[in-house]
């Protein structure tokens, strides 16, 4: 299992940032992320479904996506399950100096033959998590 947390702040209130964060569709302005749809119906919360398509060293995986819980302007959970891992985690959101810690956290699972090697894997996934922050911070300060 690969623990993840990583933390940065955003020169912007708590509530844009969550409401970006929460809005998947800007996944791909952030993340590895080429696509997304929503796939269940409603207003988005916690049961929230997307299908992704993510970029994983190279390769192109689609992604089911569920928010496992939703408290806004406080914490978004979420479960991240492809055909190679699973990533089970969470976004917390605070109030700090004249903006927002948003703190990333949770346990990303390689499966199938990748589980094996893990261990060689972990760093630059840790990489690929760790750079999205300061994507998101540019991306919400410009």
Do not use: H
């Not at 749809?37 to 299908?51: D, P």
């Not at 390769?59 to 302007?73: G, K, L, S």
Request: glycine share 6%; charged share 20%.
């Amino acid at each position: 299992m690969i623990q993840i947390n990583n933390n940065i702040e955003i020169n912007r209130p708590v509530s844009e940032v969550f409401d970006f964060v929460a809005d998947f569709t800007n996944n791909p302005k952030w993340m590895p992320v080429q696509s997304v749809q929503k796939i269940s119906e409603g207003a988005v919360g916690q049961g929230t479904r997307f299908k992704q398509r993510f970029e994983l060293m190279g390769a192109n995986y689609d992604v089911d996506c569920v928010i496992t819980a939703f408290e806004p302007n406080n914490k978004i959970g979420f479960n991240y399950a492809a055909p190679i891992f699973n990533w089970r985690g969470e976004y917390t959101f605070a109030p700090e100096n004249k903006g927002t810690r948003l703190t990333a956290t949770g346990n990303i699972s390689l499966l199938g033959p990748y589980k094996m090697a893990e261990t060689m894997f972990a760093s630059r996934i840790r990489q690929l998590i760790t750079e999205t922050a300061p994507r998101l911070k540019q991306v919400l300060e410009s």
